[in-house]
């Protein structure tokens, strides 16, 4: 069933935003030990954005093709952090970037930009961006006491954002209910 469902919102034109999972999964090196058991511990679609920048440039495509056929398997979506050409070039169905290497659609991927500021979300509007993951809201523990948006900050930039958001920096599935934020987006709390 979640394989046939993500076949249907998936395909074609991606302008069918309100198919986009609620819970994504970003990989990381803190979370790479944990990946593989988090994309099969989820019976509802979820989205793995593979980054794994640690990795050389043929282990990261490795991993990345092991974790994708496992991802697939399971009916999630699978999203790259490069830019589109490379993104289509490994199989992947979407890809994350900052606004500023986004092109506009015409390779049929699904967009997914990055924001942390008004500035980033004005961007990822005028790039054709499906979502915009916007990010930090709370403390995370990839940068230790830097600048956090918080929930009235978050909600007040995220209001602005002609596509749907996806909250990141700190979250868990507590935090997405405590926010009351549907869609969001873990490196630690996955």
Known sequence: MA??????????????????P??????DRRNESRLE????????PVALVF???HLGKDARRKEFDRLARIARR???LVILAADA?????WGAQGHYAPPRMLRPKRSGLIVIATAHTMREIADANRS???????????????????????PVRFRLLAR??????????????????????????????V
């Open 128 to 150: 054709g961006a499906d979502a915009v993951m916007l990010s930090p809201v709370f403390p995370t523990r990839s940068h230790p006491g830097g600048k956090t948006l918080g």
């Open 3 to 20: 394989g046939s469902l993500m076949a249907r919102c998936y395909s074609g034109s991606m302008r069918q935003r309100h198919c986009l």
């Open 51 to 53: 980054r794994h920048y």
């Open 22 to 27: 609620d819970v994504w999964v970003i990989s």
């Open 74 to 76: 399971c009916g999630h």
């Open 85 to 89: 050409p490379q993104a289509l070039r």
């Open 160 to 189: 602005y954002a002609r596509v749907p958001v996806i909250a990141l920096g700190g979250m868990n599935r507590q935090r997405s209910h405590s926010l009351k934020w549907e869609k969001w987006a873990a490196i630690d709390g």
């Open 37 to 44: 058991a988090a994309l099969l511990s989820h019976s509802r």
